[in-house]
């Protein structure tokens, strides 16, 4: 069982803490720190100044992410031309979170040394992760040139998958799965080490900083969302890669979770625990937790919030989150989704009052609100 008892990983958190703190401050732009140093959900290329105080966080702007469904570079430097365009536009700087959600983890012909993505329907096709990569590039070139002389404006941008099927393995078998999942991790971390890199060299690191991301979630059948085992595969994948660079975001949901803290919660036959969602969302070192904040209720709000509690209260560390998804858009574009259709921010209000609302979990400061959408529809 993974273990919290590590230092160097609680001084991390305690850190960006801090930045988060200071960040209800004024910030002035620098440059982004090289590559060789450690990135974290709260890290910028923005230094925080204490000039005057504030008791409360306004609303961030939305951001626009994209369920890819054209890889193509031409089509993806348009997209990062829409937010540059956006940005130069509105007064002062900007600062977003955006995913680009490729799909599925794939290895095509179940061949380990095919590693990608499995795109969305109905425009689904196996994409190699040198293509991923380009799209990436393009996507980042398209919101240089066109933020323009507006170069204070900032873009995070997650590169996305999830931790749905067998990544090509035609197999329930949980050990060949988390065998593919952890070579998928693997793939993923080293292509966002060489995008860092490639975003420093290209000048780029002012205005632009690169994560992974993944939509982690689960359901009660073996042949969908994986299990705590298999997608720890994923994470071990991933933070072995890592070069202790490159973080990754999940922004998926915490499927059937109490709204208080009930360390004997299990969900039904993939065994899911608190523990689980806590581990892969927060407590493996390149984690950090940008979930779905999907149902007007509220209750996805109240769900984290528990996993948050649950952190404090079993490891005196509640999570940092570094924003919210919704899903507004993607909704207004193919309907189907009465009840979970949360405005942006609807979705960034509810987490921000549930995490405020309890001592333990307090976070004055969510930075990011992310609104999905389907790229083509």
């Known amino acids: 069982m993974p273990s919290f008892t590590e230092n160097p990983i609680q001084r991390l958190r305690a850190l960006a803490l801090i930045v988060f ?56 430097y348009d997209l990062g031309c829409a937010l540059g365009n956006r940005d130069r536009t509105l007064p002062g700087a900007q600062d977003s979170l955006v995913v680009l959600n490729f799909g599925q983890g794939w290895f095509d012909g179940g061949d380990l040394s095919k590693p990608g993505a499995g795109l969305f329907s109905p425009y689904w096709h196996y994409v190699p992760i040198n293509a991923i990569e380009a799209a990436v590039k393009a996507y980042i070139q398209g919101y240089w040139v066109c933020s323009a002389e507006d170069q204070e404006s900032q873009v995070m941008v ?32 080293q292509m966002v080490v060489r995008l860092i890199q490639w975003v420093w060299d290209s000048g780029y690191s002012r205005q632009v900083r690169i994560a992974g991301a993944i939509d982690i979630e689960w359901d009660s059948q073996l042949t969908g969302w994986n299990t705590p085992y298999v997608t720890y595969g994923w994470v071990s994948g991933f933070d072995d890669n890592d070069n202790k660079q490159a973080i990754y975001y999940n922004f998926g949901a915490c499927v059937g979770c109490p709204t208080s803290v009930n360390p004997d ?37 109240r769900q ?35 009840g979970i259709n949360n405005p942006p921010e609807s979705g960034w209000k509810q987490l921000f009052d549930a995490l405020n609302a309890d001592p333990l979990t307090r976070q004055p400061i969510l930075r990011w609100i992310t609104d999905i959408r389907w790229q083509i529809r």
């Not at 703190?21 to 590559?35: E, G, N, R």
């Not at 997650?158 to 793939?187: D, L, P």
């Not at 989150?321 to 993607?330: K, L, R, S």
């Open 21 to 76: 703190l200071l960040s209800l401050f004024v910030f002035v732009p620098l440059t982004q720190p090289i590559p060789s140093q450690a990135q974290s959900a709260s890290a910028t290329s923005r230094l925080f100044l204490p000039v005057i105080y504030r008791d409360y966080q306004p609303t961030p702007l939305f951001a626009t992410s994209y369920y890819i469904q054209d890889e193509t570079p031409a089509r993806m």
């Open 158 to 189: 997650a590169i996305g998958t999830n931790n749905y099927g067998g990544y090509g393995s035609n197999t329930t078998n949980q050990n060949t799965r988390r065998t593919y999942a952890y070579e998928h991790g693997k793939t993923w971390a």
């Open 265 to 301: 919660w299990v969900y039904p036959s993939t065994n899911w625990t608190q523990f689980d969602v806590y581990y892969v969302s927060y407590g493996a070192p390149p984690a950090w937790p940008l979930p779905e904040i999907y149902a007007t209720s509220g209750v996805n709000a």
């Open 304 to 338: 984290w919030q528990a996993i948050s509690r649950y952190g404090a209260i079993t490891f005196n560390l509640p999570m940092e989150f570094a924003g919210v998804m919704t899903q507004y858009q993607a909704c207004q574009q193919r309907g189907g989704c009465s």
